[in-house]
């Protein structure tokens, strides 16, 4: 799951982040609202959209409201979750009105935010046309988890991530590298991530998955079922 977190305050901002990262959600941490609205504005064009956003209300730059109507006024649906310490029934309402999907005021618990996230992503789900199954490969967004012919896949934070860009796109359609490079805040080389996408295909050849990471030389990556490198 890849998730964007705008917070202009450090201290909440790196705690968020260690949060979702531990719940292995690629997290891209924006502290400012105008540079996190162009970023927004980017994937959508771009068609690699975050599986959420969560937003705090007070920014500098941009005001979360102005990034959440500026999302909205462009169609892009991606589930927003506000965080904000404003706690007053009329900032929950106005949150709600201009196109958030859910709220959660500060001090939060971690886990509530990312259970949240979760039904976020799920409530996603079933509203699109995305292939959530392939061969006997499967995404369960309840548990941000993949399964091999039902039974759970151990993948890392950055595994995830990759396997994530790959299954939500048709069978075999090729994700550019130049992408599956910046899934990574931290930055990605070529030579790793092609390190990753060796681990991923051991991992789901180990779990006896008929799927595999097919190269498209020069250009990315595909799923296929069956087939080889």
Same mark, same amino acid.
């Given at each position: ?6 917070? &202009? ?13 531990? /719940?292995? +959600? +690629? ?8 540079? /996190? ?8 064009? /771009? %068609?690699?959209?975050?599986? /959420? ?8 730059? +941009? &005001?979360?409201? &102005?990034?959440? =109507?500026? +999302?909205r006024t462009s169609n892009d649906n991606t589930p927003v979750l506000v965080l904000t310490a404003r706690s007053t029934l009329t900032d929950r309402v ?6 958030? $999907? ?33 061969? %006997?490969?499967?995404? &369960? ?9 039902? =039974?759970?896949? %151990?993948?890392?934070?950055?595994? %995830?991530?990759?396997? $994530? ?11 550019? =590298? ?5 899934? $990574? ?17 051991k991992v789901l050849q180990d779990a006896g998955c008929n799927v595999t990471i097919k190269a498209a030389h020069g250009l ?10």
């Amino acid at each position: 799951m890849r998730v964007m977190v705008v917070e &202009d305050d450090e201290h909440i901002g790196a705690h968020v982040s260690k949060a979702l990262s531990e /719940a292995k +959600m +690629m997290v891209t941490l924006m502290t400012n609202g105008s540079s /996190a609205s162009s970023q927004i504005e980017r994937a959508r064009r /771009a %068609n690699t959209r975050f599986d /959420a956003i969560v937003l705090d209300l007070t920014l500098p730059g +941009m &005001d979360g409201i &102005d990034v959440l =109507k500026r +999302m909205r006024t462009s169609n892009d649906n991606t589930p927003v979750l506000v965080l904000t310490a404003r706690s007053t029934l009329t900032d929950r309402v106005l949150g709600l009105e201009q196109g958030a $999907d859910d709220y959660l005021a500060k001090p939060f618990e971690p886990l509530e935010l990312i259970a949240r996230l979760r039904v976020l992503a799920r409530r996603a789900e079933k509203t699109t046309e995305t292939v959530r199954e392939l061969g %006997n490969l499967s995404f &369960d967004a309840g548990r941000g988890s993949f399964l091999v012919a039902g =039974k759970p896949i %151990n993948l890392t934070r950055k595994a %995830n991530a990759l396997l $994530d860009a790959l299954f939500k796109r048709p069978a075999g359609t090729t994700v550019r =590298k130049e992408f599956l490079l910046e899934l $990574d805040p931290e930055g990605m080389s070529p030579e790793a991530l092609a390190i990753q996408v060796s681990r991923v295909r051991k991992v789901l050849q180990d779990a006896g998955c008929n799927v595999t990471i097919k190269a498209a030389h020069g250009l990315g990556y595909s799923l296929v079922v069956g087939g080889g490198e």
